[in-house]
């Protein structure tokens, strides 16, 4: 018996596989955890977001079209989450709602226009974080490029030069090992860039 696999199924088994591999190797005590988030709109220039099963420390924020943020919130574990927000006193527009913890961003978009906030669709973007892990002198960096994002990755030392550098591109696991045990003891600044955003990490080598 042959069970035919379309690639739209096999790419979506590939990123799902990925997504538990990622997760996996972050040490997330659930790997198939999403926060869920809802947008409950109104007539009256004002919208409700919900949120559930909130894992981990969370940030709420809601920004205008120049990237400004207009409201922010954190958010500790929590099982259920509501915030009103009205939009009154702000021009017709598209606002992004932004919720982020430590290991991904989940954004959506609204729309302000007659007299009410609706959700600009229903499409939910998820952006995954780029992560690091140091053990004793084994540095492992990744990203889960759900996106086709590219990574670039900068080893510096404490005088900010540049002691490695390296691109990443071309795949859904993106991931560089590295050996320092040949690098003087102090600290060290590991700096990721990705998806237009720069994420610096402080090390200590012993």
Not at 37 to 47: G, K, P
Not at 68 to 96: C, M, W
Not at 142 to 162: G, H, M
Request: charged residues 20%.
């Amino acid at each position: 018996i042959f069970i035919h696999i379309n690639d739209f199924n096999m790419k979506n088994l590939k990123l799902q596989l990925s997504i538990i591999y990622f997760l996996l190797f972050v040490n997330l005590t659930k790997a198939d955890h999403f926060i869920d988030l809802e947008i409950i709109s109104s007539n009256n220039h004002s919208f409700i977001i919900q949120l559930s099963d909130i894992k981990y420390d969370t940030k709420c924020l809601l920004l205008n079209q120049k990237g400004e943020i207009l409201y922010k919130e954190n958010i500790v574990s929590t099982d259920a989450f509501q915030r009103s927000l009205n939009l009154t006193e702000l021009p017709d527009g598209t606002y992004e709602v932004r919720i982020e913890d430590e290991y991904k961003t989940l954004t959506t978009f609204l729309t302000k226009s007659k007299g009410g906030v609706i959700q600009s669709n229903e499409n939910k973007n998820i952006a995954f974080k780029p992560q690091i892990m140091l053990r004793d002198t084994q540095l492992n960096v990744s990203l889960l490029a759900v996106n086709d994002e590219e990574l670039a990755i900068s080893i510096l030392d404490e005088e900010q030069n540049i002691i490695s550098e390296k691109k990443l591109s071309g795949g859904i696991n993106l991931g560089q090992s590295y050996d320092l045990s040949k690098l003087n003891s102090g600290y060290y600044t590991v700096q990721l860039s990705t998806n237009g955003k720069t994420y610096n990490k402080l090390i200590s080598l012993k």
